[in-house]
């Protein structure tokens, strides 16, 4: 009867000990989703003044691996910039493939420009003339994790953000714009 309490008892603690280990393994090889921020963005004053029919709007935007073990490879990437519920422009950014840096987290840099929609260029033009605009930007993309030489699945990623621009036709107080989860609610 005891060494049947010694044995089911020891038993646990294996299997207790056995998961534990399990999980911090887990854990230690389990990826972390990029972070995507948008560093500079700008809608030249050129366009301001020359009161163009279209115009475009610059950016920078950085793509952070925060994963030192795990290396990242994008599919195609679709940036979408919108004013109120009208898209002012969209921009594909090429599949690309990030690498690992064991010392310090892993950025890609991409400074591109767009063209507006010459609809919504003298609405938008006119909103930061006066005081300031509001864009929100959606940003998609599937991307694949290699961990220690082990491709991963297929992970969907679908992040948005709100854009404050100035009379400048700079980001406000030049904040950085951190893209967030989608929100899961409903959008008319």
């Known amino acids: 009867m005891c060494e049947t309490k010694n044995l089911c008892l020891w038993l646990v603690q294996l299997v207790y000990i056995l998961g534990l280990l399990g999980f911090c393994l887990w854990l230690a090889v ?36 925060p994963n030192r073990d795990t290396c990242i490879l994008y599919d195609d990437t679709f940036l979408t910039f919108y004013y109120g519920e009208d898209k002012v422009g969209n921009k594909t950014i090429p599949c690309f493939y ?14 591109d420009q767009m063209d ?38 297929q992970h969907g990623i679908n992040r948005e953000g709100k854009i404050r621009i100035g009379k400048d036709g700079m980001l406000l107080n030049n904040k950085e714009v951190k893209l967030r989860h989608a929100s899961k609610k409903w959008k008319l």
Not at 98 to 111: A, D, P
Not at 134 to 144: C, F, M, P, Y
Request: hydrophobic residues 30%.
């Open 116 to 153: 507006v929609e010459t609809r919504l260029w003298t609405d938008l033009r006119k909103a930061i003339m006066n005081a300031s605009a509001e864009l929100r930007v959606d940003l998609s993309t599937k991307i694949v994790y290699y961990t220690w030489g082990i491709k991963s699945k």
């Open 98 to 111: 990030q690498g690992k840096n064991r010392e310090k987290s892993e950025i890609h840099r991409l400074i």
């Open 30 to 65: 389990h990826p972390r989703s990029p972070a995507y921020t948008i560093i500079k963005f700008s809608v030249p004053l050129t366009n301001h003044n020359n009161g163009s029919s279209h115009g475009r709007i610059e950016y920078e935007l950085d793509i952070k691996n």
